[in-house]
């Protein structure tokens, strides 16, 4: 079965650093990953985006992601966050299909 | 910008009784989704709907569970016996096309006493 596996629970961060959050997906095939985030009583946002093509994919508020195949894995990174960025990140993979199957999530905390 | 929109934002209801969650997905899009998230849990799919039949279903959603486009706007997830254990989030999402990104509402949370 389909599976998307989130290995950091929580992380915490301080204003202006870096940042990367681990993501490994396990369909055989091209899988098609989203990278969505849900801030404190909202719903889930679409960060971005990896269907084909380029590896590298841009999304919004600064995130990137980049899709390994060999390491079946779709990491996001920032380079830069803000206090604002705090907030529940999930990992998301369709298979090709139109269900998603969803990560455990990443629970983000900047520090000021 | 279009967008999901979910109503209520909250529900309480007694265990036994019928829930309707109400979703008016984005106008343009043909894909239509209920997933739940359970407090402190991964957000889980329910089922998927396109011209006006599941297209898909988990596991979860049993006969308990019904769904309905009943006009050209709207998208209803009906519970008809609710659980304590169906107390949770449910989100609605919407998909131009099988294969493209799903937009989700901001989610209904329901509880059940």
Known sequence: AQSVTQPDIHITVSEGASLELRCNYSYGATPYLFWYVQSPGQGLQLLLKYFSGDTLVQGIKGFEAEFKRSQSSFSLTNPSLHWSDAAEYFCADTGGGNKLTFGTGTQLKVEL | ?113
């Open chain 2, 1 to 113: 910008e279009p967008e999901v929109t979910q109503t209520p934002s909250h529900q309480v209801t007694q265990m036994g009784q019928e829930v309707i969650l109400r979703c008016v997905p984005i106008s343009n899009h043909l894909y239509f989704y209920w997933y739940r998230q359970i407090l402190g849990q991964k957000v889980e799919f329910l089922v998927s709907f396109y011209n006006n039949e599941i297209s898909e279903k988990s596991e979860i959603f049993d006969d308990q569970f019904s769904v309905e486009r009943p006009d050209g706007s709207n998208f209803t997830l009906k519970i008809r016996s609710t659980k304590l254990e169906d107390s949770a989030m449910y989100f609605c999402a919407s998909s131009e096309y099988r294969d493209t990104e799903a937009f989700f509402g901001q989610g209904t949370r329901l509880t059940v006493v």
